[in-house]
């Protein structure tokens, strides 16, 4: 069976959050604190651990540590010359993680960068330019899909899916791509998109699916995940935080505790369609093998499209 294949498709948690509760020797950020890219190289072994925890946990589709691995990020740490070799050792780090399990899978992850171009951050030709770097490295590591991830502008959106598209046609190869747009709690995204421009802008492209994810928890992305069930032809993929951080003994928590998240996604599978179901910042291995407990035990509901 292959990755387009199943009927629901769970992925795993964000590198982030789960990095900081993890003991890292100060050494292994090697004066690039804060770049958690930098760590597939320079200790694997932690990101191998931290990929491994949510396979076991019951994640089907791993996405790499790679979500800042663009020249345009890296270059905030001096690092802008290693994007292969991050992209690379990110996508092997994931493979040694599935090791011989079968229908597991990797997803390159493909961040919104620090620049946005609807204001004026960058150019769209440094943009593109960037995107296809890390992009092409992540198809010639070997990953099964692309996941657009995060994105919160727009012109952003369009550049990655072009570049994208434009990399796999160039490489001969033929992925599934995901786009994964931020919606804040005002409704839109940063730069004031709402989710039905969001679908009459990338219908066109043929993407594999579109979503949500970051920003807010799952009750938050109620009326958009319910928008995209009954306007958005393709697959739905709903990635929520664990609710909204909270600052408790001078620790960010989030509060959804992993029986609420996985009723929550349980109602966006059975009532809304949705296929693809992960967790983005706050989310533990428990929360996902709560939700792949529960996942095993139904199917995404049959959607009525409007024309």
């Not at 958690?36 to 491994?52: A, G, R």
């Not at 994007?83 to 780090?93: G, P, W």
């Not at 009326?223 to 951080?245: A, D, K, T």
């Amino acid at each position: 069976m292959g990755f387009c294949d199943h009927n629901i498709l769970i992925f795993d948690g964000a590198c982030g959050t789960n990095l900081q509760t993890m003991e890292i020797p100060e050494s292994a950020w090697d004066g690039h604190k804060g770049c958690n890219e930098y760590l597939n190289l320079s200790s694997p072994e932690t990101i191998v651990q931290l990929h491994s925890s949510f396979v076991e946990a019951g994640a089907m589709v791993l996405e790499t540590n790679t979500f800042g691995a663009s020249s345009i990020v890296l270059a905030e740490y001096g690092l802008e010359s290693r994007v292969e070799a991050i992209n690379t050792a990110a996508v092997q780090n994931a493979r040694k993680a599935i090791g011989s399990r079968e229908n597991v899978y990797i997803a390159g992850s493909v961040g919104p960068g620090t620049k946005l171009p609807s204001l004026g951050h960058i150019p769209i030709d440094t943009l593109a330019a960037s995107l296809a770097e890390q992009i092409q490295v992540l198809i010639t590591a070997g990953v099964d899909a692309l996941i657009i991830e995060t994105c919160q502008d727009l012109l952003q959106v369009k550049t990655a899916i072009i570049t994208a598209k434009e990399t796999l046609d160039e490489l001969g190869r033929d992925l599934p791509i995901l786009l994964s747009v931020t919606i804040e709690r005002q409704g839109t995204m940063l730069v004031g998109t709402d989710i039905a421009a969001v679908v009459a802008t990338v219908e066109p492209f043929g993407l594999f699916s579109l979503g949500l994810n970051c920003a807010t928890g799952p009750a938050d992305m109620e009326s958009h995940i319910r928008y995209l069930s009954r306007q958005w032809p393709g697959r739905i993929s709903c990635i929520p935080n664990q609710g909204l951080p909270e600052i408790i003994d001078g620790e960010t928590v989030y509060p959804l505790k992993p029986a609420d998240y996985a009723n929550h996604m349980k109602h966006f599978i059975e009532n809304e369609g949705v296929s693809i179901v992960g967790g983005c910042c706050g989310t533990t291995p428990e929360h996902i093998r709560q939700l792949a407990q529960v996942a095993a035990t139904i199917r995404p509901a049959e959607r009525q499209v409007e024309a």
